[in-house]
């Protein structure tokens, strides 16, 4: 199975700060990688998938890059309803995998 | 608007049976494939079942093969999730979700059911 390391897993930043988020993968996946977005008592939500490309409805401070092993989302701007965990899914192969979450809250 | 409503979780005795269920709108049901997926307490999230535009074809990990049964009625548009002899691992949020028109990723969720399993 595909490891997914995701870090930091804690997150404080103040309104208007750039904020990034890592996915390591312990094997290439290509660019098969999503983020996703899930707020407390939420679904979770889909923000960009195969690593760079954002969901149809998600604002553009949200911004995905990377390819093979390693992964990041970024946040240009946070918003205050930017606050949720945040996590990644491999979808290399089966059986998929995700990361641990990484929870973002304001500073 | 794609909405997916889980339904059937709460507190079992290890060694029993639970059927989760999930209640989909807002989309052709019968075109895409359908999973399962859990996080439990404090945990990563984890795959527990996909199943086929038909049904004919389910796939599990190692970690549930054999105890649950994943299936689906499309005139209903409902998923199901059968789990037999639980174990108090199985102690988890419960997530129905719907995959990418590819088969590849979870692009819909719903909020979860929570499924305790405890004597």
């Known amino acids: 199975d595909i490891q997914m390391t995701q870090s930091p897993s804690f997150l404080s930043a103040s309104v208007g700060d750039r904020v990034t988020i890592n996915c390591k993968a312990s094997?290439?996946?290509?660019?098969?990688l999503n983020w996703y977005q899930q707020k407390l008592g939420e679904a979770p939500k889909l923000l960009i998938y195969?690593?760079?490309s954002l969901q149809t409805g998600i604002p553009s401070r949200f911004s995905g890059s990377g390819s093979g092993t390693d992964f990041t989302l970024t946040i240009s701007s946070l918003q205050p309803e930017d606050v949720a965990t945040y996590f990644c899914l491999q979808h290399n192969s089966w059986p998929r995998t995700f990361g641990g979450g990484t929870k973002l809250e304001l500073k | 608007e794609v909405q997916l409503v889980e339904s059937g979780g709460g507190l079992v005795q290890p060694g029993r049976s639970l059927k989760l269920s999930c209640a989909a709108s807002?989309?052709?049901?019968?075109?895409?494939?359908m999973a399962w997926v859990r996080q439990a307490p404090k945990k990563g999230l984890e795959w527990v079942a996909t199943i086929s535009t038909s049904g004919s074809r389910t796939y599990y990990p190692d970690s549930v093969k054999g105890r649950f049964t994943i299936s689906r009625d499309n005139a209903k548009s409902s998923l199901y999730l059968q789990m037999n002899s639980l174990k108090s691992e199985d102690t988890a949020t419960y997530y129905c979700?719907?995959?990418?028109?590819?088969?590849?990723?979870?692009?819909?969720w719903g909020q979860g059911v929570m499924v305790t399993v405890s004597s």
């Open positions: 094997q290439n996946i290509n660019r098969y």
């Open positions: 979700a719907r995959l990418d028109d590819y088969g590849r990723y979870f692009d819909y």
């Open positions: 807002g989309f052709t049901f019968s075109n895409y494939y």
């Open positions: 195969n690593a760079n």
